[in-house]
């Protein structure tokens, strides 16, 4: 497999399908600056994000969307994440991080330390401990720094996707109160995707992306964009890295393991998932469990936000379709599409729902 053919598909039809893994993808950007900066090439520029290494740094993020999302409220995995007020990342450059997200009144923050994660709500008071066992942590980007880092969403993509792509710096930005490049990668001709372009605003001095904005056909404004709107790049104080639940918090404490069903099931899911093309107009098919779709929804009682009957939430908010694939339910978003089909396939891309039926059809 070609390593482009999963950027797309993971790093923003992921999102637009409800993937809390992309919750900090918006910030409306406010106008700009036009900085003087040094000319550079687009491959230069590409190649300087692939590779920096910005270090410590503390940010705070905006988020909004316009994905076209269904109004499903928190029904949808991780369509709450898309409605987040802001976020404060800390970063040591080294694998330690610290995010606290706020949603109203309530915020949550997780903290990383490099051997324990912590996760704890304002809301309910409870905080998670999870020791990653030794083996794990031993590994690149194990944990959770990753989903607390937006920036690994860029430059994933810049790695990924440039080779189907038209790769351009337009001018200059300031963003976060820092002169940046405008790195633009646009589909070539023979690629079927809704998308019109990817923007990345490229820190002139760290390299490191500061705001990442995509665009869908016929619109003029960003369905999705991930930007800074503070940032200092200056080493963080150690106690920022470990977490002391407050007083009466509930505390969980948990230790991952993998048995050997796990790691079947894992298997199985690996070999049930294919990709269709490559780049822009990849399309991901792959199996769901056989009773993901008849499963009851657990007791609700007096508790908002409990899990919803999938089948459902498809009757009531995707469309029925059929074709010679067989049929299922249509989810269609300003920047993907997902089909669900009646027997348990699933397709999804940042492509057409025809692009979608052809992927199915194929043996």
Do not use: C
Not at 188 to 199: A, H, S
């Amino acid at each position: 497999m070609k390593p482009k053919t999963k950027g797309i598909t993971a790093a923003v039809v992921g999102t637009a399908l409800g993937a809390g893994g992309l919750a900090f993808v918006a910030m409306p950007a406010s106008a700009d600056d036009k900085p003087a900066l040094p000319q550079v090439s687009a491959e230069d520029l590409v190649q300087s994000v692939v590779k920096a290494k910005p270090g410590a740094f503390d940010g705070t993020l905006k988020v909004s969307n316009d994905l076209g999302l269904p109004a499903v409220g928190n029904a949808l995995p991780g369509a709450s994440a898309l409605n987040i007020d802001s976020a404060h990342i800390f970063s040591d450059g080294a694998g330690k991080s610290r995010l606290a997200v706020t949603q109203g009144a309530s915020q949550e923050t997780v903290v990383h330390d490099g051997t324990t994660v912590w996760d704890y709500s304002s809301k309910t008071n409870t905080a998670t401990k999870v020791t990653i066992p030794a083996e794990v942590a031993k590994q690149k980007g194990a944990g959770s720094e990753k989903t607390a880092d937006p920036i690994a969403a860029s430059t994933e993509l810049l790695a990924k996707v440039r080779e189907s792509s038209t790769v351009s710096v337009d001018g200059t930005a300031t963003v976060a109160d820092r002169p940046a490049y405008e790195l633009v990668l646009t589909p070539k001709p023979t690629e079927r995707t809704l998308l019109r372009e990817i923007r990345v605003a490229v820190d002139s001095q760290t390299r490191m992306p500061l705001r990442l904005s995509v665009l869908s056909n016929g619109t003029s404004t960003p369905a999705l964009e991930v930007a800074f709107s503070e940032i200092e790049f200056t080493q963080q104080p150690a106690d920022l890295f470990t977490f002391t639940p407050p007083k009466g918090a509930k505390v969980e404490e948990k230790t991952p393991t993998i048995d050997q069903k796990d790691k079947d099931l894992a298997e199985q899911a690996k070999q049930d998932t294919k990709f269709v093309g490559d780049g822009w107009d990849t399309v991901v098919t792959g199996k769901v469990p056989a009773d993901a779709l008849n499963a009851a929804p657990k007791a609700q009682g007096d508790r908002k936000g409990a899990p919803a009957d999938p089948k459902a939430l498809l009757e009531r908010f995707a469309k029925k379709v059929n074709g010679t694939w067989g049929s299922g339910y249509l989810v269609t978003t300003k920047v993907g599409t997902a089909v669900l089909t009646d027997d348990g396939r699933f397709a999804a891309g940042a492509v057409p729902e025809q692009v979608l039926y052809e992927a199915l059809g194929q043996k």
